[in-house]
Nanobody, 128 residues
Framework: VQLQASGGGLVQPGGSLRLSCAAS????????IGWFRQAPGKEREGVSC????????LYADSVKGRFTISSDSAKNTVDLILNSLKSEDTAVYYC??????????????????????WGKGTLVTVSS
């Protein structure tokens, strides 16, 4: 099982980025995929989660209306589109996976469930 996050970079405030998480070794249909981030000096926090099997999504309040998560079961990828970026969005972003049944098939528990698999992070820097 592997997860590979990509797409990070330097962007100006108000700009956009598209992060992608490529999964291998398992089917997205059986898992919930989450994006998490860790800013310098801060604890890791949940950003967004998605379940491919039922299309349910979850967003942190801080990113609602700005970030969009989507999954492509055919490609086994999960993308996170980051719009209207702010300096406080600067962080290393990680994608992670947990079997959906472990969430009780309820996406709202995603951030605090304890993910089974983690990919290496991709750095997003929002700065002028």
């Amino acid at each position: 099982v592997q997860l590979q996050a990509s797409g990070g970079g330097l962007v100006q405030p108000g700009g956009s980025l598209r992060l992608s998480c490529a999964a291998s070794g398992f089917s997205l249909d059986d898992y919930a995929i989450g994006w998490f981030r860790q800013a310098p000096g801060k604890e890791r926090e949940g950003v967004s989660c998605v379940s491919s099997s039922d299309g349910m999504t979850l967003y942190a309040d801080s990113v609602k209306g700005r970030f969009t998560i989507s999954s492509d079961s055919a490609k086994n990828t999960v993308d996170l589109i980051l719009n209207s970026l702010k300096s406080e969005d600067t962080a290393v972003y990680y994608c992670a996976a947990v079997p959906y049944y472990r969430l009780g098939y309820v996406i709202t528990t995603c951030f605090h469930s304890g993910m089974n698999y983690w990919g290496k992070g991709t750095l997003v820097t929002v700065s002028s």
